[in-house]
């Protein structure tokens, strides 16, 4: 890594910014943006639904994108299948709309899951499926295995089933097994493992682990292109799927007067809707060689130390009354978890400070962190004690009426209970500096009173 943060994000040091909002974006390369730029500038390429030259030179370069996806993780390609999408939500999508939910079958998902997981739970819904949660626990937020155990038993007369948790949550940081991959397969379950938040920094190996589903965004694993995400998916899994329409790009033959269509083959084909993102995804080729460059390992290694030094760090912050300053919500040490730390801080009364508050001030000091729920509410709602009543309180009136910062208010003026959260989060390009800078930031609001630095 030496001289990768000076070489490749001298930006961060020019504009003297302290990014710590990795599990949000990660960040690109210089040298990756120079890449692009110069492939794009010396070739012709046109839309690869042709057999032109421009239209096979593109074809070339988006099926050298697609082996470079299953090379990254070490998938084979009699196992695995690549569907470009727009992100890791379009990945997300696609299983929903597609898996054979109806009334006889199951959703299995862990609270922890982001949004875009748990919005899965309307198609299976729509079709009359069982859905069933899987809690997360305190302090750890840690799935309750037992329970999960029991879940997947329970189900198991579900013709079609499908388990949906995070390798790694995008609130707690908290790794799950990936064991339990195995275990779910061996009872039928089908596998959906978002690694959406895991795979920047954890090596993820498909010959290895084998889930069903793998959704993923680019811009968190390489900051560059946004945009394009994946579902890497096994054939198999991949056979189950329904596609609930047709698009071009998808059809071998579809008909106005005949009032018919035929899907392409069971295949990438049949779920890439029109014209795949060709002249974008080189640029995801280029950023997966940078990452193989660095090495996955390397950054893993890296951001976890730093994590290390963080986490410790707050432990040890007191005010002058003895008074923890800082409230970590999940592991409070790196065992089985990443470098992503959701916390508040505390003032010497332990009341919590406004966490927009907190993000404001530190944007004056060119630090970039992340405050809210992050789109995962469960671990939210766990973290900060927010009973199924509480929450029901905010699906009482039509949605129209009710946001989030007037669900949030609501919980907050009833409870008294603060349900927001800070979140830092380490990537490809942290160091020392930034953990350094961060802790002087936090370690500033000794003493103070959160009403003295207000909302
Ligand atoms: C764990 C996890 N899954 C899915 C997503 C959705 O990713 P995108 O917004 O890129 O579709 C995110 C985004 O933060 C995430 O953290």
Redesign the pocket.
Same mark, same amino acid.
């Given at each position: 890594m030496s001289g990768l943060r000076s070489r490749d994000y001298a930006r961060l040091g020019a504009t003297d910014h302290v990014y710590l909002d990795y599990?949000?974006a990660g960040l690109y390369a210089e040298s990756q943006l120079t890449a692009h730029h110069d492939l794009l500038a010396s070739r012709v390429l046109g839309n690869p639904h042709s057999h032109n030259p421009s239209s096979l030179a593109s074809t070339a370069l988006v099926e050298q994108a697609r082996s470079a996806v299953l090379d990254f993780l070490n998938a084979f390609p009699d196992e695995y299948d690549v569907i470009f999408t727009s992100?890791?939500? *379009?990945a997300?999508k696609l299983v929903g709309e597609s898996y054979p939910f109806d009334e006889d079958s199951c959703y299995l998902v862990s609270y922890d899951n982001?949004n875009?997981?748990n919005g899965i739970r309307e198609y299976a819904r729509r079709a009359g499926a069982t859905v069933a949660y899987a809690p997360v626990r305190e302090p750890d937020l840690r799935l309750d295995e037992a329970f999960i155990d029991r879940a997947f038993h329970e189900h198991s007369d579900c013709p079609a089933r499908l388990f949906a948790y995070?390798a790694q949550s995008?609130f707690s940081g908290v790794q799950h097994p990936l064991e339990w991959v195995s275990r779910a397969h061996d009872l039928g379950w089908d596998v959906l493992l978002?690694c959406?938040?895991f795979a920047p920094t954890n090596l993820l190996d498909l010959s290895e682990v084998k889930p069903d589903f793998v959704?993923l965004?680019f811009?968190?694993l390489f900051g560059y292109p946004t945009g394009l *995400?994946v579902l890497v998916v096994r054939h198999e899994a991949l056979r189950k799927l329904r596609r609930p329409w047709f698009a071009g790009g998808t059809i071998t033959l579809a008909s106005v007067q005949g009032d018919g269509w035929h899907q392409l083959a069971p295949g990438h084909t049949g779920f890439e809707d029109g014209t795949v993102d060709f002249l974008g995804l080189p640029a995801v080729t280029l950023g997966l060689k940078h990452l193989n460059r660095i090495g996955v390992d390397v950054i893993h290694n890296r951001v976890s130390a730093l994590a290390k030094w963080l986490l410790t760090a707050f432990g040890a912050l007191r005010h002058t009354n003895g008074a923890a300053m800082v409230k970590v919500f999940g592991p409070q040490d790196m065992d089985r978890r990443g470098a992503t730390i959701a916390f508040y801080l505390l003032d010497p009364a332990g009341t919590v400070f406004d966490v927009y508050r907190v993000e404001k001030l530190a944007g004056k000091e060119h630090i970039s962190v992340r405050t809210g729920c992050?789109?995962n509410p469960g671990d939210g709602e766990v973290a900060h004690h927010i009973t199924h009543t509480e929450m029901a309180d905010c699906f009482a009136k039509p949605s129209a009426e009710v946001t989030l910062t007037d669900c949030q208010r609501l919980i907050a003026e009833s409870t008294g209970k603060a349900p927001n959260t800070i979140r830092a989060s380490l990537g490809i390009a942290s160091d020392f500096s930034d953990v350094y800078r961060f802790m002087g930031f936090v370690a500033d609001f000794r003493d103070r009173s959160a009403q003295s630095v207000g909302r």
């Amino acid at each position: 890594m030496s001289g990768l943060r000076s070489r490749d994000y001298a930006r961060l040091g020019a504009t003297d910014h302290v990014y710590l909002d990795y599990t949000g974006a990660g960040l690109y390369a210089e040298s990756q943006l120079t890449a692009h730029h110069d492939l794009l500038a010396s070739r012709v390429l046109g839309n690869p639904h042709s057999h032109n030259p421009s239209s096979l030179a593109s074809t070339a370069l988006v099926e050298q994108a697609r082996s470079a996806v299953l090379d990254f993780l070490n998938a084979f390609p009699d196992e695995y299948d690549v569907i470009f999408t727009s992100n890791a939500t *379009g990945a997300l999508k696609l299983v929903g709309e597609s898996y054979p939910f109806d009334e006889d079958s199951c959703y299995l998902v862990s609270y922890d899951n982001h949004n875009s997981v748990n919005g899965i739970r309307e198609y299976a819904r729509r079709a009359g499926a069982t859905v069933a949660y899987a809690p997360v626990r305190e302090p750890d937020l840690r799935l309750d295995e037992a329970f999960i155990d029991r879940a997947f038993h329970e189900h198991s007369d579900c013709p079609a089933r499908l388990f949906a948790y995070p390798a790694q949550s995008n609130f707690s940081g908290v790794q799950h097994p990936l064991e339990w991959v195995s275990r779910a397969h061996d009872l039928g379950w089908d596998v959906l493992l978002d690694c959406a938040a895991f795979a920047p920094t954890n090596l993820l190996d498909l010959s290895e682990v084998k889930p069903d589903f793998v959704p993923l965004s680019f811009y968190k694993l390489f900051g560059y292109p946004t945009g394009l *995400g994946v579902l890497v998916v096994r054939h198999e899994a991949l056979r189950k799927l329904r596609r609930p329409w047709f698009a071009g790009g998808t059809i071998t033959l579809a008909s106005v007067q005949g009032d018919g269509w035929h899907q392409l083959a069971p295949g990438h084909t049949g779920f890439e809707d029109g014209t795949v993102d060709f002249l974008g995804l080189p640029a995801v080729t280029l950023g997966l060689k940078h990452l193989n460059r660095i090495g996955v390992d390397v950054i893993h290694n890296r951001v976890s130390a730093l994590a290390k030094w963080l986490l410790t760090a707050f432990g040890a912050l007191r005010h002058t009354n003895g008074a923890a300053m800082v409230k970590v919500f999940g592991p409070q040490d790196m065992d089985r978890r990443g470098a992503t730390i959701a916390f508040y801080l505390l003032d010497p009364a332990g009341t919590v400070f406004d966490v927009y508050r907190v993000e404001k001030l530190a944007g004056k000091e060119h630090i970039s962190v992340r405050t809210g729920c992050f789109c995962n509410p469960g671990d939210g709602e766990v973290a900060h004690h927010i009973t199924h009543t509480e929450m029901a309180d905010c699906f009482a009136k039509p949605s129209a009426e009710v946001t989030l910062t007037d669900c949030q208010r609501l919980i907050a003026e009833s409870t008294g209970k603060a349900p927001n959260t800070i979140r830092a989060s380490l990537g490809i390009a942290s160091d020392f500096s930034d953990v350094y800078r961060f802790m002087g930031f936090v370690a500033d609001f000794r003493d103070r009173s959160a009403q003295s630095v207000g909302r």
